[in-house]
């Protein structure tokens, strides 16, 4: 029928615990939630929405034409000009490339640790209740690539795919383990235990969730879908 409605469909997959705060999300964004599947840790989320009508005006298809014509006769008139330009590196306004960061500035940057106790972004990224609102993007923006410490506990841990010592850990602010209800999602993705690199005094030798560690990691990005802060384990020193 003409007026039979047509979906477009996508899945999301997340953790325990993040469920709803992606379902709410993705409907803000004008999805509609269909169904649930549930595994041992992650859930597969189903949403839909209608397909938006391609709009085909009478005067397109001559439109069209007429716009091909026009456009392949601009550049049969720039000739070879047009292809160098096109071949050319675009560095800005300018030739002359952007300037670059003072060493000294530069070292600094690199080498300092964002704690909660230097930065009052993270500081209060690690108190927030919401761990899927915008202030998880923009910190994984703006701070990417650079290195995080907080104390923390591991949320949960599964297998990744069917690995049997390579792991999926998700970590949270504070010592409350499973319970913690504040913070970012952090997740560790794809891991063995030796990449965590444990370190400080009674090294364990089997970890699990509820452990609580000093967490030193990279910033990598925040997946708003799954509403996860991606890091990469650079140590993990027990407390």
């Keep these: 029928m003409a007026d039979e409605i047509k979906y477009e469909y996508k899945t999301v997959q997340t953790v325990r615990g993040t469920d709803g705060l992606?379902?709410?999300?993705?409907?803000?964004?004008g999805w509609e939630f269909v169904e649930q599947s549930q595994g041992t840790l992650r859930s597969t989320l189903t949403f839909r929405r209608p397909k938006r009508p391609i709009p085909w005006p009478l005067v397109g298809a001559g439109a069209a034409v007429l716009a091909i014509v026009v456009g392949t006769a601009a550049v049969l008139s720039d000739g070879g000009e047009q292809k160098d330009e096109a071949a050319k590196p675009a560095v800005g306004a300018s030739d002359k490339p952007p300037a670059t960061p003072s060493p000294t500035a530069a070292k600094r940057a690199a080498v300092e640790v964002i704690t909660p106790e230097n930065n009052s972004q993270f500081a209060a990224l690690l108190k927030a209740a919401g761990t899927c609102d915008d202030a998880n993007a923009d910190f994984?923006?703006?701070y990417a690539g650079r290195t995080i410490a907080f104390n923390g506990s591991i949320v949960s841990m599964a297998p990744h795919g069917d690995y049997e010592t390579r792991w999926d850990f998700l970590l949270g602010p504070g010592d409350k383990g499973p319970n913690t209800t504040v913070g970012p999602a952090f997740q560790y993705e794809d891991v063995n235990v030796a990449e965590l690199s444990l370190t400080g005094k009674d090294v364990p030798a089997a970890i699990g969730v509820g452990d609580k560690f000093r967490f030193v990691a990279q910033v990598v990005d925040f997946n708003a879908d799954q509403?996860?802060?991606?890091?990469?384990?650079?140590?993990?020193?027990?407390?």
């Design 22 to 29: 992606v379902i709410s999300r993705t409907q803000k964004d």
């Design 140 to 142: 994984a923006t703006k």
């Design 227 to 239: 509403c996860l802060f991606h890091l990469d384990p650079l140590s993990t020193e027990t407390r």
